[in-house]
């Protein structure tokens, strides 16, 4: 799905629009909320997050099946299979 999306931020109760072909970092980081990250590529790891609800589109190179069904993404390079994406931030 290359479509626009919202994530949803549980703990702030803050809503971002990503939109089509764009990333949730950086989305999240226009918006002024910080989040760690360090490559910004799928490679490293360092931005996985917990997903609460929502399909994410995997487009990394770290998570194992196991990993992506257990609910983790990394969101510097992930997508959405729904129209809302619900994050544990």
Do not use: W
Request: charged share 20%; glycine share 10%.
């Amino acid at each position: 799905m290359n479509e626009e999306f919202v994530v949803k931020l549980a703990r702030s109760e803050a809503t971002v629009t990503v939109p089509a072909g764009g990333s949730i970092l950086y989305s999240l980081l226009t918006a002024g909320i910080e989040v760690p990250y360090a490559c910004g590529v799928g490679i490293c790891g360092a931005c996985e997050q917990s997903v609460l609800s929502g399909t994410p589109e995997h487009r990394d190179f770290v998570l194992s099946e196991e990993e992506q069904a257990a609910g983790r993404v990394l969101i510097c390079c992930a997508g959405s299979r729904t129209p809302e994406l619900e994050l544990d931030l």
